[in-house]
């Protein structure tokens, strides 16, 4: 089974930016990889999806309402790699950050009740005010 390792997390006060990164074991194939977040005492809540690999409908984005127009997924297939850029972070962005795959290609019900196969052990993000 594929193996997702985070990297990237760390501290920076608000309005600054980080890049997480997902690192997939071996090649993922199409299938849909997802953000998830989760703070202290809070539920996991989604933050954004990417349908990865090549071909039609590869490199959709969507993204949940409170990150869109500050965050972008990306994918670099070469590296086996998912990208979750960060700009003008607010100290509720602060969460440990996940990333996860989704054995298919659909992305299915990733809001509000997200399906994913496989998960990474999580980076934390922590924004200063």
């Known amino acids: 089974q594929v193996q997702l390792v985070e990297s990237g997390g760390g501290s920076v006060q608000a309005g600054g930016s980080l890049r997480l990164s997902c690192v997939a074991s071996?090649?993922?194939?199409?299938?849909?990889m997802g953000w998830f977040r989760q703070a202290p005492g809070k539920k996991r809540e989604a933050v954004g999806v990417?349908?990865?690999?090549?071909?039609?409908?590869?490199?959709?984005?969507d993204y949940v309402e409170s990150v869109k127009g500050r965050f972008t997924i990306s994918q670099d297939n070469a590296k086996n790699t998912v990208y979750l850029q960060m700009e003008s972070l607010k100290p509720e962005d602060s969460a440990m950050y996940y990333c996860?795959?989704?054995?298919?290609?659909?992305?299915?019900?990733?809001?509000?009740?997200?399906?994913?196969?496989?998960w990474g052990q999580g980076t934390q993000v922590t924004v200063s005010s």
């Open positions: 996860a795959a989704r054995g298919s290609a659909l992305c299915g019900s990733w809001i509000v009740a997200p399906d994913f196969d496989t």
């Open positions: 071996s090649t993922l194939g199409r299938v849909c």
């Open positions: 990417i349908r990865v690999g090549s071909g039609p409908g590869s490199d959709l984005t």
